[in-house]
């Protein structure tokens, strides 16, 4: 068994409001499962490309590659690596994680959708991403189809701090230019609420010599709309065609 105390992590964690409303958690998992996670990623080829402009690279590749953490694709995975991500993507699914993060930003959320956060539920889509060098992506405001973005960060060592995530206080001029970054360390985790035009963030581009850099992403899908039924549409998608490739 892991020790996935995430849950307790969250609720303990200080909100921090600048630039937006944001936790960050410097151990997100306990030594001991940190280890586990780093010994039991999957190699690179089970990986599925992300391609977004900026990722991609001079051989028409993208250099950020996506596993989902879906029971059904982690089925998919050597027997050690299935057990490890299957608690994990239970872990990371459960309502009691996304009741965590849901009270954290209860005044955002509350704010954003106009109801009473117990009205809110939100569709949970956990992912292994694995960037490469060249990856970078420019100063953006994610998806209004989602809800809270969190990231995992999955580095072996200090050296990759300068690689975490930037958070700007808007997307031109001095105010693009006043940052905030989260230190790429390892264990450590962010999460915001998705805002419209106030949660900008970026990563600058890494080089080949930064390595491989590996994150566990976890976004909470509205479920208003046809977006919670696009989520898991592109979740069977993915999977059959994980399936006919392997």
């Known amino acids: 068994m892991l020790d996935l105390d995430i849950v307790d992590r969250v609720a303990a964690s200080a909100l921090e409001s600048a630039p937006f409303d944001h936790v960050y958690l410097d151990h997100a998992f306990s030594q001991e ?67 965590a993060f849901k009270d954290k930003f209860r005044r955002a959320l509350e704010t954003r959708f106009s109801r009473s956060i117990e009205r809110l539920t939100f569709y949970p889509v956990p992912m292994l991403l694995r960037d490469l060098g060249g990856y970078r992506i420019g100063i953006h405001n994610d998806s209004m189809s989602k809800a809270i973005t969190v990231q995992f960060y999955l580095p072996r060592d200090e050296a990759q701090a300068h690689l975490g995530t930037r958070f700007h206080e808007g997307r031109y001029g001095e105010a693009a230019g006043r940052i905030k970054t989260l230190a790429f360390r390892p264990g450590a985790a962010y999460a915001f609420p998705v805002l419209h035009r106030a949660t900008w963030h970026s990563v600058a581009q890494t080089a080949d010599a930064d390595g491989e850099r590996n994150s566990l992403m976890l976004t909470y899908y509205v479920q208003n709309g046809v977006d919670g039924l696009v989520e898991r549409a592109k979740r069977l998608w993915v999977f059959l065609a994980y399936a006919v490739r392997r």
């Open 33 to 99: 499962t940190y280890e586990r996670l780093l010994a039991h990623l999957p190699e690179t080829r089970r990986y599925r490309e992300l391609r977004h402009r900026e990722a991609m690279q001079p051989d028409g590749r993208s250099a950020r590659r996506k596993f989902y953490l879906f029971p059904e694709q982690i089925r998919l995975l050597p027997r050690p690596q299935r057990e490890i991500w299957l608690e994990v993507s239970r872990v990371l699914r459960s309502p009691e994680l996304q009741d």
